[in-house]
């Protein structure tokens, strides 16, 4: 089949990567404008983009997907399919209809869950121990289109976003392949989601980062390890801005005051109390410092017993 392929960030290079390698053709890659990225606020295409480009395909980056004149395009180009994966944007009806198989889309969740913008984030922040890969044929409707196909994969209990996504995206890539096989052969099933048991994630805010020390340890546990490595979750220490990026939650009567340092162990790390027990801390990123483990920050620390993280400055 002749595919346009839509995404943006890394997770959909994955899609990208394996319908290059299969039997069907990739003939244009779609992806959202460059953006101004670091203190020098230079211009970076989408990892879509930049992949796309080192593969040798023609790029388009609408600044509106549902112009007329881009639409002209995609009817040039000839396409079978649409395959979307993390674009960014809603499809109006006539982008959606232009190719003879429509619109498929790449959701890293088990639909009608999790719907939205951040289904990998919200899945681990809500402690999920199942997620996985829906294939669906995309409506106007917020990720509710009927299902062609669905795998879900197993979620450790400190599994980060960062490994998420690449098991999820892996995944992606091989059913994917599979559902244009079965759409080329006229076998492709369409099933309707429930729609009353859907649920939906937003677009992360810097307040979804912020940790809150009076919520339980575990659920501080979750918020860290769904934001992992990147951005991070934050917090404050003597004031700064502090990263903490990996951890682990063990159950315990404690009784000191939460974000309080409270020991060090050479195998475990560095150990927080938290409401329900103590969150040991693995990676942090102190402001103005590159990532570190927290053993070794915590070495450098000048009383350590006595300082405690916060929520504000």
Same mark, same amino acid.
């Given at each position: ?6 995404? !943006? ?6 899609? *990208?990567?394996? $319908? ?15 953006? @101004? ?21 023609? +790029? ?9 004149? #881009? ?26 209809? +232009? ?9 890293? @969740? $088990?639909?009608? /869950? ?39 994969? !197993?979620?450790?209990? %400190?599994? %980060? #976003?960062?490994? $998420? ?9 091989? /059913?994917?392949?599979? !559902? /244009? ?10 099933? &309707? ?19 809150? =020390? ?14 992992? *490595? ?7 220490? %003597?004031?700064? &801005? ?27 790390? +560095? ?7 103590? $969150? ?12 570190? @483990?927290? !053993?070794? =920050?915590?070495?450098? /620390?000048? *009383? &350590? ?9």
């Amino acid at each position: 089949m002749k595919v346009i392929y839509m995404g !943006s960030p890394d997770f959909s290079v994955y899609g *990208l990567d394996a $319908l290059m390698e299969s039997g069907h053709e990739v003939v244009a890659a779609v992806s959202r404008a460059d953006k @101004s990225q670091g203190r020098k606020k230079q211009l970076r295409p989408t990892a879509l983009k930049a992949r796309a480009l080192e593969r040798g395909l023609p +790029v388009y980056t609408p600044e509106n997907v549902n112009d007329f004149a #881009f639409y002209e395009t995609v009817k040039e180009l000839q396409a079978d399919v649409i395959v979307v994966s993390a674009f960014g944007g809603i499809l109006k009806k006539e982008l959606l209809e +232009v190719c003879p198989y429509g619109v498929i889309n790449i959701h890293g @969740s $088990l639909l009608p /869950l999790y719907r939205g913008a951040s289904p990998m984030n919200a899945v681990l922040c809500d402690g999920q121990k199942e997620t996985g890969i829906t294939i669906m044929y995309m409506n106007e409707g917020m990720d509710a289109g009927d299902i062609l196909m669905m795998e879900a994969l !197993s979620i450790d209990v %400190n599994e %980060n #976003f960062t490994s $998420l996504k690449q098991r999820l995206g892996v995944l992606g890539g091989e /059913l994917i392949v599979k !559902s /244009l096989d079965l759409l080329e052969k006229g076998e492709a099933p369409r099933i &309707p989601q429930d729609h009353e048991r859907a649920t939906y994630c937003q677009l992360l805010t810097r307040e979804d980062e912020r940790i809150l =020390w009076q919520k339980e340890g575990l659920a501080i546990h979750n918020q860290i390890r769904s934001l992992s *490595l990147a951005p991070g979750a934050f917090t404050y220490l %003597n004031k700064q &801005p502090f990263k903490i990026l990996t951890t682990v939650f063990e159950a315990a009567d404690s009784k000191e005051t939460a974000g309080s340092i409270v020991t060090f162990d050479k195998k475990k790390g +560095v150990a927080c109390a938290v409401k329900g027990g103590y $969150l040991w801390l693995l990676r942090v990123k102190p402001q103005g410092k590159k990532e570190m @483990s927290a !053993s070794d =920050w915590y070495r450098g /620390l000048h *009383l &350590p017993e006595k300082m405690r993280f916060t929520t504000e400055p």
